[in-house]
Nanobody
Framework: QVQLAESGGGLVQAGGSLRLSCVVS????????MGWFRQALGKEREFVAA????????SYGDAVKGRFTISRDNAKNTMYLQMINVKPEDSAVYYC??????????????????WGKGLLVTVSS
């Protein structure tokens, strides 16, 4: 049973930074491509970023490009999302996602095989 566990969320001021982590258990993370989605209150879930099995390839949603960086450490079975210059509109529940295939570019929810439970990020203005 693959499980994804997010951590690192919380309250941050606009312009600040935050790092989210996602630990994979039940399967070797190097066999999964990984990603992040987010869902703001009253909005649909949207793609944030994705990274290939080895970390050699990555993609980002337009809203976060240039501010967020996705990375992974397969030895630690952990993926990260470094967020800088955060904005109030980045406030959302952030979900860790994993796929047995790698999709370059923007992911859709249909690309995802496994989901984390999500964690809340709140950016104050």
């Amino acid at each position: 049973q693959v499980q994804l566990a997010e951590s690192g969320g919380g309250l941050v001021q606009a312009g600040g930074s935050l790092r989210l982590s996602c630990v994979v258990s039940g399967r070797t993370m190097s066999s999964l491509s990984m990603g992040w989605f987010r869902q703001a209150l009253g909005k649909e879930r949207e793609f944030v970023a994705a990274i290939s099995f080895s970390g050699s390839g990555s993609s980002y949603g337009d809203a976060v490009k240039g501010r967020f960086t996705i990375s992974r450490d397969n030895a630690k079975n952990t993926m990260y999302l470094q967020m800088i210059n955060v904005k109030p509109e980045d406030s959302a529940v952030y979900y860790c996602a994993a796929s047995t295939l790698y999709y370059g570019g923007r992911w859709s929810e249909q690309n995802v095989n496994y989901w984390g439970k999500g964690l809340l990020v709140t950016v104050s203005s």
